[in-house]
Nanobody, 115 residues
């Protein structure tokens, strides 16, 4: 059974930082491209960042320079380091694993940026 479990969300003030984690099980983690997406209230889910199995990264323009995606294959975990957070970063953050067009989603973790 494949599971992706996000953690690390919470309430943070504007300008603050958070690190999200996504622990995977039931897949050969190192062979999967890993993604972070987010969905704000009343909006569609949007792409945030991607980390390929060979280490290439890509970011949405809205988070470039502020967010960093990384992975620890020994721990089957992908991370999203989020700095300089803005109120518009408030959303439920989801991780996704994808290989050969077969993908899995986590259940999401809430991030709220507010003073």
């Amino acid at each position: 059974q494949v599971q992706l479990v996000e953690s690390g969300g919470g309430l943070v003030q504007p300008g603050g930082s958070l690190t999200l984690s996504c622990a995977a099980s039931g897949i050969v983690f190192s062979t999967y491209a890993m993604y972070w997406y987010r969905q704000a209230p009343g909006k569609e889910r949007e792409y945030v960042a991607r980390l390929s199995s060979d280490g290439n990264t890509n970011y949405a323009d809205s988070v470039k320079g502020r967010f960093t995606i990384s992975r620890d294959n020994a721990k089957n975990t992908v991370y999203l380091q989020m700095n300089s957070l803005k109120p518009e970063d408030t959303a439920v953050y989801y991780c996704r694993g994808l290989r050969n067009s077969v993908g899995y989603w986590g259940q999401g973790t809430q991030v709220t940026v507010s003073s």
